[in-house]
């Protein structure tokens, strides 16, 4: 199967993230020798599979229906992200550097943003911090079906700007994380408001660099820059060209957005360094998909 420029640029930018997860693990081994889990099972193996179909079916009907081809060969690139980035964050969970949360935390308190008593005040609205869960929650399916709303509108340059912009900030957010490690608010404040997942992340920080083993795969890894924020800015994109459902999402992703300060998962200062990161990478695969499909 012949490869466009677009698809090499793409393989090589999942090759390297596959050759940086490898260094780190080799970092990590000859050095540090920290304990940790595997993020691939749990994000990646099914993805493989579901990555090598697109790809066989887009090659099948490669003649027929040439849309059809390009759709479902970015499709497979979209699931093997999924697959590289499972491997790249198994790998900067062993970040040997201090964690920055008390400077993210500074900074809030300069902003005048007082994260225990959010929580509070949230708590104390039962209605609210359950819609909140619940909206919070909705990135992840976001994701899966982002992909297929720019297929249905056939909007190519749209579905390519997605991807890259996916691949880029997955492979800048993940080394901005190992070299300035962040495990949110719960790993620095004390709050009965915090929920159980949310302690989980930094307990798992605890352990790897204690050099325990972790005990559970629940809760995040990346404080800042907030991948709920940039994904939702990312989402909300790829739904342009169907103005009923970008509209929706606008509506929706303000409050995923707002969620991730209101329930605690990040600082303020996390939404828009995550919103800058979702702006440069659509910037760079704008600019990507102009130089690569002339």
Not at 221 to 241: E, G, K, N, R
């Amino acid at each position: 199967m012949t490869l466009s420029r677009e698809d090499r640029w793409l393989t090589g930018w999942l090759l390297a993230a596959l050759l940086t997860a490898g260094a780190l693990f080799a970092v990590n081994a000859a050095f540090f020798r920290y304990t940790g889990i595997s993020y691939f099972p749990r994000e990646g193996w099914w993805l493989a599979f579901v990555a090598l179909d697109f790809a066989v079916f887009g090659h099948w009907v490669r003649d027929r229906s040439p849309y059809a081809s390009f759709a479902a060969v970015n499709l497979a690139f979209y699931a093997l992200t999924a697959v590289v980035m499972g491997v790249l964050t198994t790998g900067i969970q062993y970040s040997p550097f201090p964690r920055i949360d008390l400077a993210l935390a500074r900074w809030d308190a300069a902003l005048g943003w007082d994260t225990v008593a959010v929580l509070r005040w949230v708590a104390e609205r039962p209605s609210l911090r359950s819609f909140l869960i619940f909206v919070y929650n909705s990135t992840e399916l976001q994701l899966v079906l982002a992909p297929f709303v720019a297929v249905l509108a056939h909007d190519r340059r749209r579905l390519r700007v997605y991807l890259y912009a996916i691949v880029y900030s997955s492979f800048a957010g993940s080394l901005m994380y190992y070299f300035f490690p962040s495990s949110g608010p719960a790993g620095v404040f004390d709050s009965p408001h915090f929920l159980q997942v949310q302690r989980f992340t930094h307990l798992k920080y605890e352990q790897v660099h204690d050099f325990q083993p972790v005990t559970t795969l629940l809760g995040g890894l990346i404080a800042f820059p907030s991948f709920h924020v940039a994904w939702s800015v990312l989402a909300t994109y790829a739904a342009l060209p169907r103005r009923n459902v970008f509209w929706a999402l606008v509506v929706l992703n303000v409050m995923v957005i707002s969620s991730t300060v209101l329930l605690g998962w990040h600082y303020l200062v996390d939404v828009p360094a995550g919103i800058l990161l979702a702006v440069i990478c659509l910037w760079a695969g704008e600019v990507t998909h102009r130089r690569l499909s002339l």
